[in-house]
């Protein structure tokens, strides 16, 4: 089974400037995570999808982040502008959950690393 | 917010020596999961923990979540070169929306 795949894989980009980021989750797996992951820290989740529905958005700086899973297969998620404290490592993840049946396990997808200067 | 925290940082080890690393949430959690994430790599998924007390074991890995729910631990025995990596716990403290919040890892190195 193909996994997660996330585009591009490495970007850098100056301060002020926008960049979108794609994922494709796997097959069949209705939820879908944006993570950011400073270096040396754990995945942070920014924005929770359940189909193509927000389930929770609640650590995502709406000011300059925005994200869409549109039909509900693959999500884009964007900056504008970009930060310095963006720099970090953005990971897409997936999951079958199926509402009301808790947590299931999250398949990563290999992560975009971006560098704002 | 919930928060999930691990210790220690970093571990260095001798090949062959033990390995354990804490997690402790500040609510009571319904589940707990445990990814490994390789340098450079992105975490994969280990094993979840749902009951209280409960203890699971994959080959020379063991994971125990506590009784109260709040805390959980890994332990490799007799580790190797392959273990490298950092060990990320993340809790679920139920709700409706079934959110992740993941702690800051632990580092393991091993000295072959």
């Known amino acids: 089974e193909a996994g997660v795949a996330q585009s591009p894989r490495y970007k850098i980009i100056e301060k002020r400037q926008s960049v979108a980021f794609w994922c494709n989750p796997i097959?069949?797996?209705?939820?879908l995570y944006w993570y950011q992951q400073i270096l040396g820290q754990g995945p942070k989740l920014l924005i929770q999808?359940?189909?193509?529905?927000?389930v929770d958005d609640s650590q995502l700086p709406k000011d300059r982040f925005s994200a869409e899973r549109l039909k509900g297969v693959d999500s884009t998620l964007k900056i504008q502008p970009a930060k310095l404290e963006d720099s970090a490592v953005y990971l897409c993840?997936?999951?079958?959950?199926?509402w009301g049946a808790g947590v299931e396990e999250q398949y990563f997808g290999p992560g975009t690393r971006l560098t704002v200067t | 917010g919930q928060q999930v925290m691990q210790i220690p940082q970093y571990q260095h080890v001798q090949e062959g020596e033990d390995f354990t690393t804490y997690c402790n949430s500040s609510?009571?959690?319904?589940?707990i999961q445990w990814y490994k994430q390789r340098p450079g790599g992105h975490p994969v998924f280990l094993i979840q923990?749902?009951?209280?007390?409960e203890v699971k074991k994959q080959k020379r890995l063991t994971f125990q979540f506590g009784e109260a729910k709040k805390n959980s631990s890994l332990h490799i025995t007799a580790t190797q070169t392959t273990d490298v990596g950092t060990y990320f716990c993340?809790?679920?403290?139920?709700?409706?929306?079934?959110?992740?919040?993941f702690g800051k890892g632990t580092l393991l190195t091993v000295n072959p």
């Open positions: 609510t009571t959690l319904s589940n």
């Open positions: 993840a997936s999951s079958l959950v199926s």
């Open positions: 999808f359940q189909n193509n529905g927000v």
């Open positions: 923990l749902v009951k209280s007390g």
């Open positions: 097959s069949g797996h209705a939820t």
């Open positions: 993340a809790g679920e403290s139920g709700g409706s929306n079934y959110k992740l919040t």
